[in-house]
């Protein structure tokens, strides 16, 4: 089995596309921290105060018996920041 799985290694991109989930998780950390870091304080000055991620729109609030409050709302600062983190992320790549 060992044997097996040395020449499954060998003969196709395992290796390779191993050392490329490595590169690709730690390049997003990079990428994140310069959308999160460097670009977004500059968006945020014509974005609504606050935690920009935040941003969104409550749609409907409902509370159950327990007192806990469900939100329905659409989180248009997420959407934002995940448009940057692309645009970054396929520059990079590009």
């Known amino acids: 089995m060992l044997k097996d799985f040395t020449a ?5 991109n395992a290796l ?10 730690a390049t997003g950390k990079v990428v994140s921290s310069v959308a999160d870091d460097l670009l977004m304080p500059g968006i945020a000055t014509v974005l609504p105060p606050g935690d920009w991620r935040e941003a969104q729109i409550v749609l409907s609030k409902s509370q159950d018996a327990n007192g806990k409050t469900t939100v329905n709302s659409v989180r248009y600062g997420h959407f934002i920041g995940s448009v940057v983190d692309f ?3 396929a520059f990079v790549v590009f």
């Open 87 to 89: 645009t970054i992320i």
């Open 8 to 12: 499954f290694l060998t003969k196709s």
């Open 16 to 25: 390779a596309l191993a050392v490329g989930v490595i590169i690709g998780g």
